[in-house]
């Protein structure tokens, strides 16, 4: 059996609040401690982050420490940070305190997703080896034979108006994900809800939640080459602007058990991410900014009851570039990877990572396409993508987030 890995970041469902309730001790906390981590980061170009450096700051000894205002202004919130924890914060790990926090932290850096900050993003792609797949005991089909992928044509926007690029830095670096906008039933018609894969946004059991998401939908909307996108203005490579998470959610199974390797969490790898214009908007929703969005079928048929699916996304690692738009169609079948996990649709498809995230879709009974799944993993090699099937849980996630900005 061939090596997978998943093409590749995520919420927890159970951190959903209204925007206005009392900062926790924990979401207070992770904030000055946040404030810290920026300003201790000297990572190449984490410079826009500096003005956050006047806020806490590193002791001699490695150690924490935070300045007097800030625990006054916590306490106002009433947070102890001398208690909290028994003063656990001292010895503070930054991936595990932000993995706990309730709220999710990524503020907006005008700018920061320039160009050449975009073009160079990387895959985040995972391997993981034929062991990892000891623990299938359910339904497995066949491993189904490669479909090579087809270039969508462009202008991206007339062909796959809903597809576009997600945006992370991660402890490796910055990466690059796909995404897929998606109807939100509580705005009709004017939805801000992005879905791509848990992977795409946290990572993991044994990581936190990765820092400066945002969407660029219709990414290289004309499909210029590598070479063309080198002197390529930001409005050529995001026509239809930067969009920023400012809230993302994914299930409680990919926080527990997703890693950098391994199959395990990917019958849950799914994620979505509520964004908002990096500069002004007029006001106008991202689905009325790209003019579409896909509905979520939660209820998708039985795998072998699919006649066809269609897999979207930027593949980034060789042969591709990651620079343009590339879809897969075949009829899925059966990958399981753990008896107690839901069974996933299986593809074969010959993009690699960077399509991770990209939406799944199929034409229900109704005729109309729906989004039923996205890129979770594939081998090393590729020739085949998995993809989660969207249920119960993937419906909590993606109703946590609506309701959370319902009325907003």
């Not at 000297?42 to 150690?63: L, M, T, V």
């Not at 009974?365 to 249920?391: C, E, F, H, M, Q």
């Amino acid at each position: 059996m061939r090596p997978i890995r998943p093409l590749f970041a995520v919420r927890s469902e159970r951190g959903a609040r209204r925007r206005n309730s009392p900062v926790p001790a924990a979401a207070g906390l992770a904030v000055a401690l946040a404030l810290t981590a920026t300003a201790c980061d000297s990572g190449g170009d984490r410079g826009a982050h500096a003005g956050a450096s006047a806020s806490a700051s590193s002791a001699g000894d490695g150690k924490i420490k935070i300045p007097d205002d800030i625990k006054q202004k916590l306490k106002q919130h009433g947070i102890d940070i001398d208690k909290w924890k028994n003063g656990a914060w001292k010895n503070w790990n930054k991936d595990d305190w932000l993995r706990e926090a309730d709220d999710f932290i990524n503020p907006i850096i005008k700018g920061l997703w320039n160009p050449d900050r975009m073009r160079r993003a990387d895959d985040p792609a995972k391997k993981v080896g034929s062991d990892d797949l000891s623990g299938d005991q359910g339904v497995t089909d066949p491993t189904p034979a490669p479909v090579k992928a087809q270039a969508v044509p462009a202008a991206y926007h007339d062909n796959a108006p809903t597809a576009g690029k997600v945006f992370f830095d991660s402890p490796k670096g910055t990466m690059v994900c796909s995404a897929t906008v998606v109807e939100d039933p509580a705005h009709p018609g004017k939805s801000n809800l992005v879905w791509t894969a848990g992977h795409c946004v946290h990572a993991g059991r044994n990581g936190g939640w990765y820092r400066n998401i945002a969407f660029v939908p219709a990414y290289n909307d004309s499909g210029l080459s590598a070479a063309e996108l080198r002197n390529a203005t930001r409005q050529q490579i995001a026509p239809y602007g930067v969009w920023w998470g400012d809230w993302a959610q994914t299930s409680e199974q990919w926080i527990e058990q997703g890693g950098e390797t391994g199959g395990q969490g990917a019958s849950y790898d799914f994620a979505v991410i509520h964004v908002t214009p990096e500069q002004g908007n007029g006001g106008k929703s991202l689905e009325e900014t790209v003019g579409s969005a896909l509905p979520v079928n939660f209820d998708a048929p039985a795998v072998p009851k699919v006649d066809s699916i269609t897999a979207t996304g930027y593949p980034a690692a060789p042969p591709y570039d990651g620079q343009k738009l590339y879809r897969c169609q075949d009829k899925p079948g059966r990958l399981s990877l753990r008896r107690t996990d839901p069974t996933m649709y299986r593809i074969g498809c010959t993009m690699t990572g960077g399509a991770s995230g990209g939406g799944w879709v199929e034409t229900g009974a109704d005729g109309k396409p729906a989004l039923v799944s996205n890129t979770s993993i594939g081998p090393v090699t590729s020739g085949w993508l998995a993809g989660p099937r969207l249920g119960t849980v993937a419906k909590g996630v993606f109703e946590g987030v609506s309701r959370k900005f319902a009325d907003q």
